[in-house]
């Protein structure tokens, strides 16, 4: 999976026509760099990043899978909490809704993604993105995400959602410590027993500056985003979320080479 953000601090300024010509281009990119589906965002879900309001949601990211949709059928993910987000999206072509609230917030979620018959991503987050960093605490941070995601795709199974379009995510970085997302990748296999796909996201995050006990900016986390990608797909991992689509994949297929090597 290729993250493709429409956030202004993603891109420099400028008017939305260029913002969504930038993310189009960069879409492209990926696209040519083999990616499986694109995710499409219009919110910064860091700590301390301002909300963004509905209606400049969808400014933000239906013009770009429309265009996206225009000129390829590359499958596209919408990376919202906003139920009125997922339905523009869908109707614009997406065919997946990637929550980090796994549907729980937003009334009407569950019903709405169930009339949708989209595929959903149900992330784990403790708390939510402003406050989630302050001090997470878990008494067993493996056994407690492990139930809510139970929890929550029994739930979505509940309203509707077909049992096949449900994938799961640990959540790494959204409240938890670097320690609890280690327990998390080195556990992973935990989730991935809980019987649906599982979705992995650490690209770039500063857990990977913080476990490598290095300064390094965003865009030098290239080496620790493939090392959880490589161990993620190790533990059974069915999809990565990442900003660094070739470099990923290309791990990724060596990796698998070596382990479909001759003895
Ligand atoms: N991480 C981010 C956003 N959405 N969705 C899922 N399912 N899993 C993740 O780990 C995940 C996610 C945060 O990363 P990024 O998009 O790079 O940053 P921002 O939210 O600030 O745009």
């Known amino acids: 999976m290729g993250i493709v953000n429409v956030t202004p601090d993603s891109f420099s300024d400028g008017g939305r026509f260029l913002h969504a010509d930038a993310a189009v281009a960069h879409a492209h990119r990926l696209i040519t760099e083999g990616v499986d589906v694109l995710d499409i965002g219009g919110e910064s879900t860091r700590p301390r990043a301002e909300p963004v309001g509905e209606a400049e949601e969808i400014a933000r990211v239906i013009p770009v899978i429309e265009a996206i949709r225009r000129e390829s059928p590359i499958a596209i993910s919408v990376d919202t909490m906003k139920p009125a987000v997922a339905r523009a999206a869908i109707a614009a072509g997406a065919t997946m809704w990637n929550d980090v609230t796994a549907l729980d917030v937003a009334p009407g979620s569950l019903a709405l993604a169930a009339e949708l018959g989209c595929e959903v991503v149900l992330m784990h987050m403790r708390g939510e993105p402003r406050t989630m960093q302050a001090s997470p605490r878990y008494d067993d941070v493996v056994a407690e995400v492990a139930s809510f995601l ?49 979705l992995v996201g650490a690209s770039r995050k500063s857990a990977i500056a913080r476990i490598a006990r290095d300064q390094s900016a965003e865009d030098q986390r290239l080496g620790g985003s493939i090392a959880v990608a490589l161990a993620a797909a190790r533990a059974g991992a069915a999809m990565i979320r990442v900003h660094d689509v070739a470099e990923t994949r290309q791990a990724l297929a060596v990796a698998a080479a070596i382990g479909q090597a001759e003895a």
Do not use: C, M, Q, Y
């Open 150 to 198: 139970a929890a929550r795709a029994e739930a979505a199974i509940a309203a509707g959602v077909g049992r096949d379009k449900i994938w799961l995510d640990p959540g790494i970085g959204f409240g938890k410590t670097s320690r609890h997302s280690l327990a998390l990748l080195r556990n992973l296999d935990r989730i991935v027993a809980l019987g649906f796909p599982v």
